[in-house]
T-cell receptor
Framework: DGGITQSPKYLFRKEGQNVTLSCEQN?????MYWYRQDPGQGLRLIYY???????QKGDIAEGYSVSREKKESFPLTVTSAQKNPTAFYLC???????????????FGPGTRLTVL | GEDVEQSLFLSVREGDSSVINCTYT??????LYWYKQEPGAGLQLLTY?????DMKQDQRLTVLLNKKDKHLSLRIADTQTGDSAIYFC????????????FGAGTRLFVKA
C-alpha cells in the first residue's frame, strides 16, 4: 500500500535535548512538507522540500532543521533552540509544486511531541 | 490579511445539514480545498474546487465558491455522528511559490 508514515506517534523530550521526527513516503512524490499544529491555529509550515537535496524554510523554521537526502525521507529535527516545541507535528507529501495545478497533499498520522 | 479564516466550532444535530464557512485571501488562488481531520490523525482531502467553478457536488458534500467575496463553504447534508471531525479550508496560492495555506480548522460536533 502506498502511503506516508511518521514515527514515533508519541515522543517525550526533556528540555535542552534535540529530537528527530521521522517521515517516510512511498508515493514517489517530489515535494514533502512539515507542519506544526497547535490548538485553535491553522497548520503552520515549518520546512518544505521540492526535490532531493533541496529544502526551503517555511513560516516558522526557527529552532528546526531538516534534510532531504532521499526522495522517500524528510526527517525533522526539533532543536533545543525551539522555545515552545510541544505540539502535534504533521508531515505531508505531494506531486511537484511547480505549475500551480491541483496539488493534493497526503498527510501522515502525525507525531505528538511533549517537552517535559 | 494573510490568513485563511474559519470559525472554530460548529454544532449540529444528527440528520441536519452542516455548513462550514471560510474566507481566503488571494484572488489568484486556483484551487480551494476542504480537508478532514479525525481525532489524533493526519488530514485527508475531502473535496476541492477549481476557481472557475461556482459549485461542486459530491454525494452529501456541496462546495460553494464566491470568488468576488473570496468565500468558500462546505455543506454536509444529512450529517452523521461519523462526520464529527475538524474541517480545514485551504487555498493554493499562485503567488509566493504556489504555497497551500490552511485555515485554523472548524471543529464539527454532531449531536445524536
Amino acid at each position: 500500500d502506498g502511503g506516508i508514515t511518521q514515527s514515533p506517534k508519541y515522543l517525550f523530550r526533556k528540555e535542552g535535548q534535540n529530537v528527530t521526527l521521522s517521515c517516510e513516503q512511498n508515493l514517489n512524490h517530489d515535494a514533502m512538507y512539515w507542519y506544526r499544529q497547535d490548538p485553535g491555529q491553522g497548520l503552520r509550515l515549518i520546512y518544505y522540500s521540492q526535490i532531493v537535496n533541496d529544502f526551503q524554510k517555511g513560516d516558522i523554521a526557527e529552532g528546526y532543521s531538516v534534510s532531504r537526502e532521499k526522495k522517500e525521507s524528510f526527517p525533522l529535527t526539533v532543536t533545543s533552540a525551539q522555545k515552545n516545541p510541544t505540539a502535534f507535528y504533521l508531515c505531508a507529501s505531494s506531486n511537484s509544486l511547480a505549475g500551480g495545478g491541483h496539488n493534493e497533499q497526503f498527510f501522515g498520522p502525525g507525531t505528538r511531541l511533549t517537552v517535559l | 490579511g494573510e490568513d485563511v479564516e474559519q470559525s472554530l466550532f460548529l454544532s449540529v444535530r444528527e440528520g441536519d445539514s452542516s455548513v462550514i464557512n471560510c474566507t481566503y485571501t488571494d484572488s489568484s488562488s486556483t484551487y480551494l480545498y476542504w480537508y478532514k481531520q479525525e481525532p489524533g490523525a493526519g488530514l485527508q482531502l475531502l473535496t476541492y474546487i477549481f476557481s472557475n467553478m461556482d459549485m461542486k457536488q459530491d454525494q452529501r458534500l456541496t462546495v460553494l465558491l464566491n470568488k468576488k467575496d473570496k468565500h468558500l463553504s462546505l455543506r454536509i447534508a444529512d450529517t452523521q455522528t461519523g462526520d464529527s471531525a475538524i474541517y480545514f479550508c485551504a487555498e493554493r496560492r499562485n503567488t509566493g511559490g504556489f504555497k497551500t495555506i490552511f485555515g485554523a480548522g472548524t471543529r464539527l460536533f454532531v449531536k445524536a
